[in-house]
């Protein structure tokens, strides 16, 4: 039963660090946040983040298909002020919301505000330190967050693998206006994966595999490029490994 409700039938307990358990239990569990195979890894990550860089009470974040915002979520017990913007598809949106308002922020004890991309103008609005603003690729598209380079930190976890090539590196060119020299880009992601257009192995082509060789980084200073160690624990997924990267914007 136990097995079943933590997903340990599919990922073993052994798979995971028993002293980075012990740490994730220490630093959260007084925030009513339990182990679930997503948190822990989003908590791995956000380990190794800081083992590399400083991360400032005070961060303008910009995160692209963040999910649940498990990995924001845990970020914020970290910081005294932010911005979290997030870019995601209308119905992750919704679902995301629903995650932080109806969990994350009465049972977990978060105490940030969070809008909708129709709340645009309520967020700029609004004088809170702790906020998060959803946008819909529609939106980035049409410029609604400006051409100035605000931002600190961006974030993308697992779903640019999910996008073909083109679409990755469309996203990245608006880091070139988003973005402030010197801030930091994390990027967690598959090392190549085949789109799911093309199911058959002999329909690998450039043009339906998305390479993490392939993004467009040249904006860049590689801080940190190497195997996800959380995923390579995984047994049954060490054949499809991901890439961890850190790098810090030159432009």
């Known amino acids: 039963m136990a097995g079943k409700k ?75 002020k932010f911005e979290y913007i997030i870019c995601d598809l209308p119905e992750i949106i919704l679902a995301a919301h629903q995650q932080i308002t109806e969990i994350y922020l009465p049972v977990c004890g978060g105490n940030y505000e969070v809008y909708l991309p129709n709340e645009l103008e309520k967020f700029y609005n609004s004088k809170s330190d702790r906020k998060v603003l959803f946008i819909a690729p529609e939106g980035l598209q049409k410029g609604i967050l400006g051409n100035d380079k605000k931002f600190d930190l961006f974030i993308n976890h697992e779903s640019f693998a999910e996008m073909d090539i083109g679409t990755v590196n469309k996203y990245l060119r608006h880091l070139h206006i988003l973005m402030k020299k010197g801030s930091i880009v994390n990027l967690v992601n598959r090392h190549h994966r085949l789109q799911s257009s093309s199911q058959e192995g002999s329909k690998y082509t450039v043009d339906n595999i998305t390479s993490f060789d392939n993004y467009e980084l040249g904006f860049l200073d590689v801080i940190l490029k190497e195997t996800d160690m959380f995923r390579a624990a995984i047994t049954n997924v060490q054949g499809d490994p991901n890439t961890f990267f850190i790098g810090r914007v030159n432009l």
């Open 6 to 80: 933590f997903g340990f039938d599919i990922y073993p307990a052994n798979n995971y660090n028993k002293d980075h358990i012990s740490d994730f239990i220490a630093k959260y569990s007084k925030h009513n946040i339990g182990f679930s195979h997503n948190t822990f890894k989003s908590y791995s990550i956000l380990k190794k983040l800081k083992q590399h860089i400083k991360i400032e009470s005070d961060l303008k974040i910009f995160e692209i298909g963040a999910g649940l915002f498990n990995f924001g979520h845990l970020l914020q017990y970290d910081l005294n």
